[in-house]
């Protein structure tokens, strides 16, 4: 339980001997150490304490205290219980450390073909300096790279290669687009594991040394020197591994690769979205549309569940247009760069005309938008303040129930039935 955070949290523990193997009994010789996940948020205080009750129903006792002692916002006492409804969640069960990565076991499958992607992962670790005052500060924070992801035959594991796992350090472990059979979501993202000891074990799916690369993906994103990663650079291979049709699961061939250039040319195409799911980021492209043209970027962009049959029914658009002939150019609401139908582009747009290259930057932060066009930044919003809650009762998204309502998601580029062109994508996550 936890009183600030607030809910309850689920642990993994394990034993590890002198030497790095896994040992058990209160007799061994070895330290614990182990893994918390987030189990549930949602209760009316922070939580001091957690008891199973004979009814087999889990009970949960809200802290009486001011100050640091209880979750903002909430109430400062409080008496709930959850009761299992029968249903097993696709999450992470167990993480398991070893000298050359991560094992994550998961409690489902995962989807077939699903979890092989370098980039469906994120790793990284930090250590804590103990002060005389309380607690210490997060140092040396790292970001491990991923460099290949083994799933195991019964899709319920899957072994990350990496390089760099410090003793003494906490390893923090995020899914990016993780799903589980049936494209179900996992209940919790994310994983800290402190790492006092590094276990020396190895798992019987994951190939040798020699025989790893063949396993890996072909051309995925790579960082470059700004931190960005790079979601298309020019070739067909980069198109395909960072993006797919949506609700599909390759690359229409409607949206083609020539002189380094992503374009949409024919009909049919449909919307595509990146594989990678993303929450905060810095995204960055170049983009040109045909005279008369219409198309957009979506962001924060859900396939999954009720309400998700288009691209733009979960995810806000920076418009795409060629503002001068395109019939959609009769407002400020609707022109290249505004978010479409809430926040307007300047009646003095910085954009370029039809057939000429345009660059384009989108900014999330929390709940905060920025869309910038050729350089100058032309949207400033804040979803869920006093002026977004009008401007959006007033659109033709206030019966929309998921509009902009999710906290992550894919990027989306759409087909609105017009040639348009995309170059040099790279994107930075936005850490908190």
Known sequence: SDVTHGGVKRVFVEKIGPEGSVVSGADAEGDYQGCVF????????????????PDGDLYTGGIGSAGDWGQPGKQRFGLQKLSFNGNLPFEMLAVRPNTGGVE?????PLAEGAGADPLNYRLKHWYYQPTSTYGGPKLGEEILSVSAAHVS?????????TDGLKAGHVVHVHLRGVRGEGDEQPWSTEAWYTLNRIPSRTFDYVP??????????????APDEE?????????????????RGFKKPDL????????????LKGQGGGDIITRQSFEDFDLRLEWKIEPGG???????????GEGTNATYLTGPEYQLLDDKDAADNKTT??????????????????????????????????NHIEHWLNGQKIVDAEMGSEDWNQRLAASKFATWPRFAKEPEGHIALQDHGNEVSFRNIRIKRLEE
């Open 38 to 53: 987030r189990f549930t948020q949602g209760l009316e205080a922070g939580v001091n304490r957690i008891a199973f009750g």
């Open 104 to 108: 994550i076991e998961f409690t489902k």
């Open 153 to 161: 035959p019964d899709r319920k594991r899957v072994f990350l290669e």
């Open 208 to 221: 040798q040394a020699q025989g790893r690369a063949a396993t890996q993906p072909a051309a995925r994103v």
């Open 227 to 243: 931190g960005f990663d790079i979601l298309f650079d020019g070739t067909p291979d980069s198109a395909r591994g960072n993006w």
């Open 252 to 263: 229409p061939e409607a949206w083609q690769v020539k002189d380094g250039v992503l374009a």
């Open 294 to 304: 219409n198309s957009g970027i979506m962001y924060r962009v859900s396939e999954t």
């Open 333 to 366: 609401m609707t022109r290249a760069g505004s978010l479409y139908g809430i926040y307007p582009a300047p009646e003095a747009s910085p954009v370029k005309p039809a057939g000429e290259w345009n660059e384009a930057r989108i900014v999330i932060r929390g």
